[in-house]
């Protein structure tokens, strides 16, 4: 079955980075559009960024886009995130996701911008505070 492991979380101060693993199995990972999403308690799920199958394309919410960066390893069948820049605001519980879509010829982007979360992981915490 299709399992999502994050991992690199953890308490870093404003300004510094942290780079976020996902090990997925269960599926075939190189035909996934996958992505990232983070919530902060009481808030709703926000979609962080997404890459296509083979990483040519990446998408990013406009909150990250410049201090984010999504890649994959698909020899790996591993996605990351590193992020820069941390500020206060980006703390939440991050996790990755693969994306629903009722037609396989759906852009990866939509997907994303639907925010059509499929199956994600336990999620790994990420805290920034001084």
């Known amino acids: 079955q299709t399992q999502l492991e994050e991992s690199g979380g953890g308490l870093v101060q404003p300004g510094g980075s942290l780079r976020l693993s996902c090990a997925a199995s269960?599926?075939?990972?190189?035909?996934?559009?996958m992505g990232w999403f983070r919530q902060a308690p009481g808030m709703e799920r926000e979609g962080v960024a997404a890459?296509?199958?083979?990483?040519?394309?990446?998408y990013y919410a406009d909150s990250v886009k410049g201090r984010f960066t999504i890649s994959r390893d698909n020899a790996k069948n591993t996605l990351y995130l590193q992020m820069s820049s941390l500020k206060p605001e980006d703390t939440a519980m991050y996790s990755c996701t693969t994306f629903w879509a009722s037609s396989p010829r759906t852009p990866c982007e939509t997907m994303f911008r639907s925010r059509a979360f499929d199956y994600w992981g336990r999620g790994t915490q990420v805290t920034v505070s001084s």
């Open positions: 269960g599926f075939t990972f190189s035909t996934y559009c």
């Open positions: 890459i296509t199958t083979g990483g040519d394309s990446t």
